[in-house]
């Protein structure tokens, strides 16, 4: 079993690091909020500033559904839309803070396969989001014997060859909205038949569609890593595929930082996972790519400056246009950002 040992993220001070090109401005397009009522501890905008005003220049950010905050009653297709409510709040809060990161767009959840009633569940999280409702995350995570999984998936085998859902999928980009998918390395293939199949829907691709390095793949992570090339370098074919670079200090990843006695330095995180971010590059180019900090999950592994240096690090010898577009113009573009 994948154990975190360190809950309340104290094990983090251990590392501190001078910040790296600190002015630089950047989107973090992806984090979570939740409150006590859904998890054992709080992340909310006090959190999330705490983490956001550590050292680097976050002027903007993205929540991204945690399955939080739901409503307790009412129509069940409907009851995702308390989580965007509850953002919402959130993000005008986030408006007033001075020198603050601010909440900027909101992905939030819908069963899209749930045809008839989906553009009722759309029309309701545009009007619960004061207009920062950007699109939909239904994640197509599912890995048959879980025991070893630290994150439980809740979606079923398949759901991306299933027609209706990828008719939904469809639908929200002839509706303007992005879909956000998170899977695991074995299902990239079947994400590539859903890109195929909704052609004019911007798709992000989570977390480089993760990598398993527990339970039985703990030992596979070379022959992993040989296929995932192929799968990253095949999906980036689909022009309508954009990729997050980050999530990969998740515990089931396997890397094994949550329960060390001291998190990685962003030189150690580099070492272990710069060749992902590099392929990914690689493959999508930077127009296509931007960091993300998956944060407060993958603060179970390294703290939110580290991680940020160590992307600031990663491309040092990269273009200032580049930069540019993996830090701030990629996320912007992507979730509309700019008015």
Known sequence: MNKVVHEDHSWLEAVKEEIIDPERPIIDPHHHLWSRRDRRQDYLLEQLWEDTSSGHNIVKTVFIECHSNYRKDGP???????????????????????GKAEIAGIVAFADLRD???????????????????????????????????????????????????????????????????????????DFIKLAQAAPDTRIVLDHFGTPLGVGPYAQQ???????????????????????????LAMPDNGFGWNLRECPPSSDEFLDAQRRYYLHTIDCFGPERCRFESNCPVDKWSLSYHVVWNAFKKLVADFSEAEKSQLFYGTAARVYRLES
Do not use: M
């Open 76 to 98: 069940e297709h409907l009851r995702p839309v308390g989580e965007t409510e509850f953002v919402a709040e959130q993000a005008r809060a986030s408006r007033v803070g001075e």
């Open 115 to 189: 045809l008839n009633r989906l553009d009722e569940v759309l029309e309701a999280h545009q009007e619960a989001a004061d207009g920062l409702f950007r699109g939909i995350r239904q994640a197509g995570a599912f890995e048959g014997e879980e025991d070893y999984l630290f994150i439980k998936p809740r979606q079923p085998a398949g759901l991306y060859l299933d027609r209706d859902f990828q008719r939904g999928v469809a639908q929200l980009g002839r509706l303007g909205f992005s879909y956000d998918t998170w899977h695991y390395h074995h299902q990239n293939r």
């Open 221 to 247: 992570r070379e022959e992993i890593f040989k296929q995932w090339k192929e799968d990253i370098a095949r999906i980036a074919r689909c022009e309508n595929v954009v990729a997050k670079l980050g999530g």
